[in-house]
Structure formats: C-alpha cells, structure tokens
C-alpha cells in the first residue's frame, strides 16, 4: 500500500507539474489571443470612423469644415444610423455639432482623450465613453485637420458590441488541445509512475532482506524504463550472490573508464580531420584547433596516469607483499615540497597562499610515489575546486592509535567546502558533486580515489570533514618510521 500510495503521489506531483505549466500556458495565450482579437475589432471599426473624416475634410476641404452650412449638408447626405459629427478647434471648443445646435452649451473637450491623441499623434479614440449632452454610451474616434478636429462617434448598441467581442472559437478549440494533451500526458505519467513502483517496491523488498531470486526473470514493459529496471535488478541481484562478481564489478569501474576517453579523442580526431581536410586553413584558426588537440591530449594524458595509478593501487591491495618488500624510509616534508614547488605555478595564479605546519624531520616507510600522488591529488582539488580559497595549509602532528605511532596529516582549505552530503562520496570513482564540473575544469574524477586507496596502501585512513570557517579539510594518517 506505501509502494502503491507513492506511486500514486509522484504520478500526480508530476502530472500537476507539467500540467499546471502548459495549462497556465493555454490560459496566457488564449488571454493574450482574446485581447489581441479585440483591439483588432476597435482598430476596424476606428479605421471606419476615421475613413469617414477623412472623406468629410476632403469633400469640404480642411478651410470649410467649420462652415455650418457645408458640415449640415454634408451630414445630411452622408448619414448612418446614430452617427454624431462634431467640429472642435485646438483649444476643446465645439465648434460645430450634429447633435446638438447649441454648442454654446457644450463643455469644452480639450481634456477628451481623443482630443488629446488627435493633437498629439494626429487621430485617436476613446471607448464606451458617456456623452454629458446626450446621456448615452460611445465609441469616439477624432482626426486632426490643422488646427480643426473632426470628431465621429457611434452609440454602444447591442449590435456593437457583439462586433467587437472576440470570437471565442479558438477557447474551444484551445480547450479540446488541453483537454487531448492532457490524456496523453497522464498515459505517459502512468507509464512512468509504474516504473518507480516497481524500483520502489524492489528497493523495499531488498533493504527487508526478502527472496529476490525471480526478480531478473520478471516480464517488465518492452521499453527503455523498462530495461533501465532490469538492468538495476539484474545488477543488484549479482552484486549480492556473488563477492567475486563484486571484485569484478569494482576492477571494471576504472576499465570502463575508457569511455572518458572518448571525448578528448573524438576532439582530436575532429579537429584534425578539419586540418588536414583545409589545407588552405587560416594558420590562427590552425593554431587553434592545435591548441585544443593540444589540450585535450594533455587530459586524456591524466586521465590515463590516473587509471594506471589506480591500476597499481588495486593490484597492490591483492599483493601487499609485493609493497612491502618495496618500501623504503621516505622523508615526507620532501616529497611534500616536490608536490608544492610543482605546483606553485597554479597557486600563485589562484591567489592561495601554501603553509606548511609540520616537525623538523617526518619520515615513514612507504612508496615515495605513491605518497607524492596523495599530496600532489589533494593540492590539485584545491586549486580545482576550492572556489575563492586563499589559503591552503597542511598541518601534521603526531598520534599515537591503539598502542602505534602515527603520523596524522590535513590538508584543509578556507574555499567554498563541501555539503556534507557529498562527504561521504568524494572518495569514489567518478563521483562528481557538480555534473559535468570535472570536465570542464579538466578533472578525471579519479584523484582523491587516488588518493584513499594510496593511504589505505600504507595502512592508514582518509576522511574528509568541514574545515573551520568554511573551506574542506582532507586528514588521513601514514605510520610513523
């Protein structure tokens, strides 16, 4: 029942989700195609009046507009049901009137606001407006003559005012759209929210411990959900049958890191291709594409150094033998200034400052190598990632675990740090707290792998925790000499 009542929430979460953003959508755009049809209405019926203006100034000519005499005459001939003519000069006053022949006793229309557009841009309008004379409803629609304005006006009938309401069969139409978009979005929904029930159900039934033997044989939807839930059962249910598979598993993850490798060398290969294919080639764009074949060698490069690193780490955990017979008393503030002075470059154009904290003589037996890799990793997660960081300090002291001496070293930064989430993660293959981040700042995702199973190598332990004030501080232990 919580499977199926989850199932259910998350198909109706995401189903309100996307609908509600393509309903708010068909709402805005039928808002928006509503107006946009009816201020086309006004804009028709406005040009109308103000054709008729024009015909009006022409046929009088500008000079005999407010000639009484004409302007009757002419209204009279050219008449249309309930039409309302006036003449207003410059200053608002009505000169001349259809209406009314008293127009001593009109107020003035300077403040009209078609009177105002007409003296500004030439014409305007104004709409549903009450008429003070005649106590009726307009639509008013002015046109500017020098220093004479002709001004039309038609009464709000019923009959106007269905012209000028939009026509609201597109809302229908909108409406079915929604209404088909919508069925076909909770069919998808469904398929989906299935598909996390399943996950679901299968996450449960494994965390209780229960029988999953016929998990990789259960008939799932022929679709890509569907094999991405089969290949999850399926590697699950070897991962937990079979320590070797899981031995295998874990030696693949740095094997199939070869698909890394296909970007940088698709890079090339493009930016070659183009070389070689235009001969004529500008030599600054040529120098270009070879700076960037130039690059992205140079990060195939690590990431290849990187995978044998861990290579050598893995075989040496199958043959700590071997290890020991190859240690030798390393001095480590040496190898810590090797890492240091290989690096100085990148810190000084970071604006972070090194300090080291440490004994006058801190020796151990170790590979030198694999020591200079741990060191070397954590300076260069500084310098990727640590984000506004100025300071990087190393400090070791010595501690004394279970009756054996150690020597406990941190490398801690004051940059941005780490959500403590992702604390626990970092130490992984390919773990990136940011998608894509290693990448583009020319990481392999492999460095502090690097650098937990160099310490582990050694017999001591690696953790990463909060520096104080901010910043991530990395601690791990090496036995003393």
Same mark, same amino acid.
């Given at each position: ?218 008939? *799932?939807? %022929?679709?890509? @959900? ?5 290949? +999850? &059962? ?6 937990? =049958?079979? $320590? ?95 890492? *240091?002075? %290989?690096?100085? @470059? ?5 604006? +972070? &400052? ?6 006058? =003589?801190? $020796? ?108 991530? &501080? ?8």
């Amino acid at each position: 029942m919580v499977t199926a009542s989850k199932g259910k929430s998350f198909q109706r979460n995401l189903l309100l989700s996307i609908g509600g953003v393509f309903l708010l959508f068909a709402v805005c755009f039928s808002v928006y195609q509503y107006r946009r049809e009816k201020e086309y209405k006004i804009d028709i019926l406005h040009s109308r009046l103000q054709m008729y203006n024009y015909e009006m100034a022409q046929t009088l000519g500008e000079d005999s507009l407010a000639s009484p005499h004409l302007f009757r005459d002419y209204v009279a001939r050219h008449i249309m049901e309930g039409l309302r003519v006036s003449i207003i000069d410059r200053n608002g006053r009505v000169v001349l009137d259809s209406y009314d022949a008293d127009v001593d006793s009109l107020d003035n229309h300077l403040q009209r606001a078609e009177i105002q557009r007409a003296l500004h841009d030439g014409n305007g309008y104004d709409i549903k407006r009450l008429s003070q004379s005649t106590h009726e409803t307009y639509f008013y629609s002015a046109t500017r003559f020098g220093d004479i304005i002709v001004r039309t006006a038609v009464p709000y009938s019923a009959e106007l005012t269905r012209s000028l309401e939009a026509d609201n069969s597109y809302i229908c139409f909108a409406a079915a759209l929604t209404l088909l978009l919508g069925l076909v979005l909770y069919h998808i929904t469904h398929r989906i929210s299935r598909h996390i029930g399943y996950l679901r159900e299968f996450a449960v039934r494994a965390e209780e411990g229960q029988e999953l033997e016929s998990e990789p044989k259960r008939r *799932l939807p %022929d679709d890509e @959900l569907g094999d991405i839930s089969h290949t +999850i &059962t399926t590697l699950y249910w070897k991962l937990r =049958h079979s $320590e070797e598979d899981k031995l295998r598993i874990k030696r693949q993850l740095t094997q199939n890191a070869a698909h890394e490798l296909k970007t940088p060398a698709a890079s090339i290969h493009g930016y070659l291709e183009s070389i070689l294919d235009n001969p004529d080639m500008p030599e600054e764009k040529k120098k270009h594409f070879l700076e960037r074949c130039y690059a992205q060698s140079e990060r195939m490069s690590k990431l290849l150094l990187d995978m044998g690193a861990l290579t050598k780490l893995d075989e040496l955990d199958d043959k700590t033998s071997q290890l020991v017979h190859e240690r030798r008393r390393v001095d480590v503030l040496q190898v810590i200034h090797s890492a *240091l002075d %290989d690096t100085a @470059l990148q810190l000084q154009d970071k604006g +972070i &400052t090194p300090e080291l904290h440490a004994p006058d =003589h801190v $020796e151990v037996w170790g590979d030198q190598s694999l020591l200079y890799s741990i060191f070397r990793n954590l300076i260069d997660n500084v310098v990727a990632y640590a984000a506004g960081a100025s300071l990087l300090n190393i400090v070791c002291h010595e501690v004394e675990i279970e009756g054996r001496h150690f020597y406990e070293f941190s490398v801690s930064d004051n940059g941005c740090g780490v959500e403590s989430r992702h604390l626990e993660h970092i130490f992984e293959r390919f773990y990136r707290i940011d998608k894509g981040r290693s990448r583009k700042l020319g990481g392999t995702g492999l460095g502090l792998a690097i650098v937990k199973n160099a310490v582990a190598v050694h017999g001591g332990q690696v953790a990463a925790h909060p520096s104080p004030g901010g910043g991530l &501080t990395v601690s791990f232990t090496l036995a003393r000499f």
